[in-house]
Nanobody
Framework: VQLQASGGGLVQVGGSLRLSCTASGRAFSSYDMGWFRQTPGKEREFVGGISYNGGRTDYVDFVKGRFTISRNNFKNTVYLQMDNLKPEDTAVYYC?????????????????WGQGTQVTVSS
């Protein structure tokens, strides 16, 4: 499966962005999806994930209550809604796919990656 992330940009503190990740190929609905982010000099870190059917989500503590992941399997797309953005959310955001059944937080557990989209939060 090939993934294409989009929706990044520049936003002020407290603002919102919605990232999208669209998959090509079949069997998108079979994949658990994850969102990760990375800043220069740091490892790619897990932000959150959603199960193959959208029935379960998982988030890292520092985005709980601010970020929401959803998916539309008819559109082969997963979303990351980011609200109340903070300067520390500035990063390149990546979507990734893996076969389930459990949402994993390790980047090395994902088989397919999108190209990344830059999110910059200005203060």
């Amino acid at each position: 499966v090939q993934l294409q992330a989009s929706g990044g940009g520049l936003v002020q503190v407290g603002g919102s962005l919605r990232l999208s990740c669209t998959a090509s190929g079949r069997a998108f609905s079979s994949y658990d999806m994850g969102w990760f982010r990375q800043t220069p000099g740091k490892e790619r870190e897990f932000v959150g994930g959603i199960s193959y059917n959208g029935g379960r989500t998982d988030y890292v503590d520092f985005v709980k209550g601010r970020f929401t992941i959803s998916r539309n399997n008819f559109k082969n797309t997963v979303y990351l809604q980011m609200d109340n953005l903070k300067p520390e959310d500035t990063a390149v955001y990546y979507c990734a796919a893996r076969f389930g059944p459990t949402i994993r937080i390790g980047a090395n557990e994902y088989s397919f990656w999108g190209q990344g989209t830059q999110v910059t939060v200005s203060s």
